[in-house]
């Protein structure tokens, strides 16, 4: 019996490659340091997986950046604003400069956007009608042979042609789809020279689990019987994750590749259909163990599926797998120390996911594995049977949850009226909530998680932190000012951190984007609060200014979609758990003179399921949890909200319906394009598109962002814009980003002059 994973963490269980990155990036270290670490991290990385005793190492895993802008240097696809590259193909400074644009040259980086719905960013594919595909980074050549002579047996794993496809963005009336001969063209000359020396190529098409485009499915079989035709003795390995294949099964079943990978963790459904009609000979493998959670595989649970399936496909077309790349699970849990014991032997990271997968096999080949059966079991029970997971007083609380408690006591209109008290000006300027987490900023954190630091040390710092940042925010004339989350380590894990229910890790990161990473906490029980989480901050900044401060807090889905969540209660309860905790928080910062308060709910569109089909009851709960958490409150008192990363257009009844009075928005990689969906549909609230991307240290002028807010202005009626960055600016400098909120508010009082005078 065959086992693979379908990839592994790159990033390192020291985060060795986000510091190898940042060092490069500062000119710290040598491209020659950079690749040695990274050389070091992949030969560690196919060590585990072959002393796991998988039958396969994956390769084309491991990216400098994202895997998706792999291919993207792959095929050449250079957006002509960077200018020419190496005939020797796409060099790292190339690659790095797409990834996070040229501030010297003043170049803007490409987009990024979530990879389907994970809280993984990947960069945007951007094709215009100059694109001419030809193989430009030999990567996954070079580390495939690599890891050959080092010893490993190889499975090469890229996305595939159709999906890269269909996650670009095309310039405007460009069809993408015309570049697709030429695309696939390269994939079989790459295909080709890695058939020479590998067996089984790993071609990921998560997009056969989402809806696709009639020119998507139209192309599929067609392109992969070239696909298949350039592997010679190769079997291509198709892969599917994330969901159901459901009306795209026929697709893969026809694609003529050697072997399916089925995500029978999140796609189960389709496990019948799937075997009902599996061509003979093709290779099925079953993704058991989940990639994306940190729960230990249920054996028993797991054994009766595997036993199902080999029993319908025999032994020699069986192969056992992740659901999906280990890219989304924390790399060690043995790294873990703190952690409680009964809580941490009820999980597994990427490490020991590779172990249960050989082991899974291993009890299929009856080998003597018993034991680990036994082990399994015993953790298994002790997680269903603990006390620590059920808390009657908070479901009856969340059981009495009424729909009064959903809603505002007044409309949008009247509500506005009774925040006139605020006095804000045309065009509010505000930001969306932290500031630099300088490196300062997270030295004193460590000095004080490590207790070298006093609390009351620690938190005179952090009050002098908001003292200087409230200062800053006054002297640049902002409007509606914030505190600047400097005492929080994340967005997430923050709240977590104040919760019951959750527990954490010290070194479960998980890649976010390029070198930046998460450490999502993990809920394990029912969720409360324990006390007011962000009040004391909140009233402290709003004591040093008259202007109003913002309380910050992060939302209900938000926080359930960046948490590795318990799966033995529907994520719909737990998020009604989260919300009901929120909720008091919101009332709270009320009651203590915090009148305009940010519920962010960054991860909204994230946590959407990937079809159609299924976003109408998912929507539901989630806008229910974040009102939930935000009705409470006067009319007078103004709620915000934030979103990042979103596909807004088929969404935004939605958002309206969450009945925030502000919404911030991203919005100025794709250029204002996401106020499409305003053309149709009149947001009725306010809303701030956000007008300077804060992914990249470009600062932009005045005039830029002015032009940005005219073209907002079409859809917005002056009186509900608001004026504002993309997203927080945690991952900034201070330089760059007082530079750029000089600009943005000079940019706003320009237009107030302007508009003002128009009727
Ligand atoms: N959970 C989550 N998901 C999200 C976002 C988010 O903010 N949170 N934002 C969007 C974009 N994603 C992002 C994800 C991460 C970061 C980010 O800045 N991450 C930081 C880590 C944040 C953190 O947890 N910081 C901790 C730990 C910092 C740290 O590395 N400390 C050093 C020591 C530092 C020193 O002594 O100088 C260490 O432990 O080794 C802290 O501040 O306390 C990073 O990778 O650098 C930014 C955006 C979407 N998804
Ligand atoms: C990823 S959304 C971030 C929102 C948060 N309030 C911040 O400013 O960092
Ligand atoms: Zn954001």
Known sequence: MKKHIAGFPRIGVGRELKKALEAYWKGVISQEVLEATCRRLKLHHWGIQESAGLSYVATGDFSLYDHVLDVTAMLGAVPERFGEFDAAGVGIDTYFRMARGDAAANIAAMEMTKWFNTNYHYIVPEISPSFSPSLSSRRIVEDTREAIKAGFRPKPVLVGPVTWLSLAKASEGYDRWEKL???????????????????????????????????????????????????????????????????????????????????????RGCLEQVLGSLPSGMIFSAGIVDGRNIWKTDFEQALDVLVRIRGDVGEERFMIASSCSLLHSPVDLEEETSLNPELKNWMAFAVQKCDEISVLGDILDCWDCSEALIENTEAIQSRRNSAWVENKEIREHCASISDQMLHRSSTYQERREKQAWLNLPLFPTTTIGSFPQTAEVRRQRRLFSKGTLGAGEYEQFLKDEIHEIIGRQEDLGLDVLVHGEVERNDMVEYFGQQMEG??????????????????PPIIYGDVSRSGPMTVEWSTFA?????????????????????????????????????????????????????????????????????????????????????????????????????????????????????????????SSRSRMELLDAFRDFRYPNEIGPGIYDIHSPRVPSKEEMMKLLEKALVFIPKERLWVNPDCGLKTRAWPETLASLRNMVAAAHALRDIHSYVC
């Open 502 to 519: 959750f527990c954490f890790t010290e070194n479960g990161w998980v890649q976010s984007y390029g070198s930046r990473c998460v450490k």
């Open 181 to 267: 001969e030429e695309v696939v063209a390269v994939y079989c000359g790459i295909l080709s020279e890695l058939a020479e020396f590998c067996s089984l190529i790993q071609l990921d098409e998560p997009v056969l689990c989402a809806d696709m485009v009639p020119q998507a499915i139209e192309a599929f079989v067609p392109v992969y019987k070239r696909l298949n035709a350039a592997s010679g003795n190769a079997s291509l390995l198709l892969a599917t994750y994330f969901d159901t294949l459901d009306d795209n099964l026929d697709l893969a079943l026809s694609s003529g590749c050697g072997g399916l990978h089925v995500d029978l963790v999140r796609g």
């Open 542 to 666: 709003q004591s040093l200014t008259t202007k109003p401060v913002k309380g910050m807090l992060t939302g209900p889905v938000t926080i359930l979609s960046w948490s590795f969540v318990r799966d033995d209660l529907e994520r719909s309860e737990v998020c009604r758990q989260i919300a009901l905790a929120l909720r008091d928080e919101v009332q709270d910062l009320e009651h203590a003179g915090i009148r305009v308060i940010q519920i962010d709910e960054a991860a909204l569109s994230e946590g959407m399921p990937l079809k159609k089909k299924d976003r109408a009851s998912y929507l539901r709960w989630a806008v229910d949890a974040f009102r939930l958490t935000s009705s409470g409150v006067s009319d007078s008192t103004q709620i915000h909200t934030h979103m990042c990363y979103s596909e807004f257009n088929h969404i935004i009844g939605a958002i309206a319906a969450m009945d925030a009075d502000v919404i911030s928005i991203e």
